[in-house]
């Protein structure tokens, strides 16, 4: 790639004529070809609008924001697709939230409004990710000044789950003004907007006062690849009869509150420990069993070696292995702190296509009645080692209610996670707005 250029364009494999409308879509962060980690959201999307009939660019980053390298866009797993993919130029960035990642942003922001002055009049729609926050803000003014619709797809709240980590009177308010302004300017301007859930699609309402058709549509996943990469590896996981593993999935850093699930796992099994040298009937062991890596992983792994947790902490796995490891859980867990700004986060698919009881510490409203509503699960008080606890030992020893709960688990997946079946709503938005 030439390095002097703020993008690089991969041919358009069988280019249908111009009267099929073009599409944008626009994302920073996006699973492509061979790689390992990521989002499928905005890949899944391309393809189906592409096999819709629509002309598709996927413009995302020269910047893998997973494995924090820049990627070979040369490479033949980028070309060949029903979708065009437009590398626009980033710098990159080693955190996730540092200065350096906001450079990074507002350079790529740069670089995708000289990429839309290029290609002046090719778009009929723009249908872009926020955050980052000043790159979607790129995508609403080009569509203004266009005249196209432009459609926000809300996955997060910047600044909002910001102050989660930073939150200084006065100082955050300075620091945090421009992602606030770029979202307010993003919410003012878009014709129709899509929510990873019901809070984040209402989101925009507070910024502007004309109605705006906007829907759910939960970041979920293909359960029909779900099912293959558990089935494949499934001989991979060796489960000693008689545990009880309780499954993390995700990261390991601010939001997520794994502290709280070791010293969990730690009280039950001081608790079985006891009762069994009392000769007492005792649960099963329950074993926790974290699949994902972060920056809190060393600090993790020292707690449980310190309170004798019996917690496995696996590593970051290919996602049909993860899917296997859910498989052969007896539950999943949502950690999340308090503080949370984290509505439906991306891994409630997975759990529900697992089949198994999902235990929910995540604080948002709209999250904890659909637990209630649906029956998948069960509502925990965040960071309550004991109530946490309690919900653990209820399921370990009741089989009968975890397979009525993984039962309804797998039903809600099937019925609102699926991509192939829900991101159809998204399509059909777009044509309307077309």
């Not at 492509?32 to 890949?43: A, I, K, S, V, W």
């Not at 000769?279 to 062991?285: D, H, I, K």
């Not at 039962?407 to 159809?424: I, L, N």
Request: aromatic letters at 8%; charged letters at 25%.
């Amino acid at each position: 790639m030439d390095t002097n250029d703020s993008q690089t364009t991969l041919p358009r494999p069988g280019a249908r004529p111009r009267a099929a409308k073009r599409i944008a879509v626009v994302t920073m962060g996006v699973k492509l070809g061979d790689e390992t980690r990521g989002y499928t959201r905005f890949r899944f999307l391309s393809e189906l609008l592409a096999r819709e009939g629509f002309e598709v660019d996927l413009i995302t980053s020269t910047f893998q924001h997973w494995d924090k390298a820049q990627r070979d866009c040369s490479k033949p797993c980028y070309q060949g697709l029903p979708y065009r993919i437009v590398f626009i130029e980033e710098p990159g960035y080693q955190k996730n939230l540092d200065l350096a990642r906001i450079l990074s942003h507002r350079t790529a922001a740069k670089n995708l409004r000289a990429h839309f002055e290029r290609e002046a009049g090719a778009y009929d729609l723009i249908y872009a990710e926020i955050p980052p926050n000043d790159v979607a803000r790129v995508c609403a003014e080009w569509a203004e000044e266009q005249r196209i619709p432009f459609v926000a797809d809300i996955n997060d709240l910047w600044p909002e789950a910001m102050r989660m980590v930073v939150d200084v009177p006065v100082l955050s308010d300075i620091a945090f003004y421009p992602f606030a302004r770029d979202a307010r300017r993003v919410y003012q301007l878009l014709s129709a907007a899509v929510g990873t859930s019901d809070e984040y699609a209402a989101r925009p309402a507070k910024d502007r006062e004309k109605p705006y058709p906007h829907i759910t549509v939960y970041v979920g996943n293909d359960l029909a690849s779900f099912d293959a990469g558990a089935h494949a590896h499934a001989a991979e996981v060796e489960k000693p009869a008689g545990e009880v593993w309780a499954t993390y999935a995700g990261t390991l850093g601010a939001s997520y509150d794994l502290a709280t699930l070791v010293r969990a796992a730690a009280l039950l099994e001081q608790e079985r420990l006891e009762r069994t040298a009392a000769g007492q009937p005792a649960l099963p062991p329950v074993r926790v069993k974290v699949l994902g890596d972060g920056p809190d992983r060393a600090r993790l792994e020292a707690l449980a070696a310190e309170t004798h947790a019996p917690v496995d902490f696996l590593g970051y796995m290919k996602y049909e292995q993860m899917a296997a490891w859910l498989c052969a859980s007896d539950i999943t867990v949502n950690s999340l702190v308090k503080s949370a700004a984290q509505s439906i986060v991306t891994k409630i698919g997975d759990y529900l296509a697992s089949g198994n009881p999902l235990i929910n510490t995540g604080s948002s409203p709209e999250f904890r009645a659909k637990v209630t509503a649906d029956g998948f699960g069960v509502n925990v008080e965040a960071e309550n080692p004991r109530a946490l606890a309690d919900e653990l030992a209820k399921l370990a020893g009741h089989p009968s209610l975890r397979k009525i709960m993984g039962t309804k688990a797998r039903t809600v997946a099937e019925r609102e996670f699926d991509q192939p079946h829900s991101y159809q709503t998204i399509v059909d938005m777009l044509r309307t707005l077309l």
